[in-house]
């Protein structure tokens, strides 16, 4: 089971449920109290079938109307496993900020591809490339690349990764990729 509560800020009229790893129950409590009931999961250790030994939740909702920029608010959840205490995930802080404006919007210089895939990367880029790194859902770098414009990803586990790439004059872009 995991449990969340959520900011009052948020309007739960707006609440969508994603996706998840396994089949999971939602009950609301007390307005904000979210609980999400997984019958039956049995993950694996992660010593024995690491990627399986990971479940997951994907929801989104929107703030209430009243939220100005400047407003911020946290969210934490505790993850439930037989009867052993709560693990505490990270906490989550969300900022109201302006809005980005059509005038400050700049076009991505990079393009990735193909996606998903199960072999090598082409990287485009309209400025010559410094360097490539990849990372992994859990945000480590799992692959670096320094100026070329492709890169194998044959030998990494089956997921989303994120390519980072950096050019000659600094910038730098993250491309999502799916590895198949």
């Known amino acids: 089971m995991v449990a969340n509560e959520l900011d ?3 309007d739960w009229s707006t609440l969508q449920l994603e996706s998840t790893s396994h089949s999971t129950r939602v009950a609301i409590e007390n307005g904000n109290k979210m609980e999400f009931i997984f019958e039956n999961i049995h993950l694996p250790d992660s010593t024995t079938d690491e990627p399986g030994s990971h479940g997951f939740i994907a929801y989104k909702i929107k703030p209430k109307s009243n939220v100005v920029v400047g407003d911020v608010f946290s969210n934490t959840a505790n993850i439930f496993f037989d009867f052993n205490e709560a693990i505490v995930t990270n906490t ?3 900022e109201i900020v302006n809005a980005l404006g059509v005038e400050d919007y700049k076009l991505s210089n990079y393009s990735v591809y193909p996606n998903p895939t199960s072999g090598v990367l082409v990287i485009n880029s ?4 410094a360097q490539i790194e990849v990372y ?4 480590q ?3 670096e690349n320094t ?3 492709t890169i194998d990803i044959s030998n ?3 997921g989303l990764y994120f390519i980072k790439i950096k050019d000659i004059n600094g910038d730098s872009g993250i491309e999502k990729v799916l590895k198949k």
């Open 141 to 143: 770098v799992v692959m």
């Open 92 to 94: 989550a802080t969300t």
């Open 8 to 10: 009052a800020k948020l």
């Open 147 to 149: 100026k070329q414009d």
């Open 156 to 158: 990494l586990d089956t």
């Open 136 to 139: 992994n859902y859990l945000g």
């Open 126 to 129: 309209k400025i010559a490339i």
